[in-house]
């Protein structure tokens, strides 16, 4: 008779420590905004030292559930669909910096994606949206010449589009998206002169919203980010 092996894995005093106050997380024990326990009171209550609480912190936080502010006791923090996306932030970020496949992947996801918030923006875009939509247009203008101040502007733009579906998650989508594109967009919006190509599609796109034309609304997305698709490049390719 064959006896597999099944060796005990002897786990780490942190580890052990991160799985208990998770459980107090994850029942409610803890709450969000409540204060952790202090390093003091987790050591005597677990009989660890202070490395192992240290490192269980740092894992918690690293999970997006604490958050750990010098001098101050940890926090539990409110779980969203905004917190829960930035945790993947810095991997996101290591495959496109490593990868142009994974950046054209990530220029064809988020046409696919907005394609869809631009069709909701139509059918749910209150005057308040409009107006908020045309304002951040002015602010876009206002910021020709200043490549940093109108890429933001323009990412406040189609972030405005996906909070009109009222929906977080999508929000969250779509903030993450320009957030990652934005580590790649190249001088080209600002030295060849077309960010008035930009703007005009942007005005564009504003009236098709208004008139609540989703048909209409999103021939105008898929053409503006088309052309706009080839202003991200890899560094070394621009």
């Not at 209550?45 to 918690?60: F, K, S």
């Not at 001098?71 to 945790?87: D, N, P």
């Not at 810095?90 to 990530?106: F, N, R, Y």
Request: one cysteine or more; aromatic letters at 6%; a neutral charge.
């Amino acid at each position: 008779m064959n006896v597999v092996s099944e060796p005990i894995v002897r786990k780490k005093l942190s580890d052990e420590v991160f799985a208990r106050l998770k459980a107090m997380i994850e029942t409610g024990e803890l709450k969000a905004g409540d204060d952790m326990p202090s390093e003091r009171e987790l050591m005597e209550r677990y009989g660890v030292g202070r490395p192992a609480i240290r490192e269980a912190m740092q894992a918690l936080a690293g999970k997006g559930l604490v958050e750990i502010s010098q001098g101050e006791r940890a926090k539990v923090l409110r779980i969203t669909a905004e917190s829960i996306i930035r945790q993947v932030d810095l991997p996101a970020k290591m495959m496109l910096s490593g990868s142009s496949d994974s950046l054209e992947h990530l220029k064809s996801a988020r046409i696919f994606f907005e394609r869809g918030m631009i069709r909701e923006a139509a059918t749910k875009a209150t005057r308040e949206h409009i107006a908020e939509l045309r304002a951040l247009l002015d602010k876009q203008k206002a910021s020709l010449g200043d490549a940093d101040a109108f890429i933001d502007a323009d990412m406040e733009f189609h972030q405005c589009i996906a909070q009109i579906s009222g929906n977080p998650i999508f929000a969250a989508v779509s903030g993450a998206m320009l957030g990652w594109l934005k580590s790649y967009h190249t001088e080209m919006l600002i030295w060849t002169g077309r960010e008035t190509f930009t703007l005009a599609e942007h005005e564009e796109i504003i009236r098709t919203i208004e008139n609540g034309n989703a048909d209409m609304a999103e021939k105008a997305m898929i053409k503006h980010l088309e052309r706009s698709r080839a202003l991200y490049a890899l560094k070394g390719q621009k």
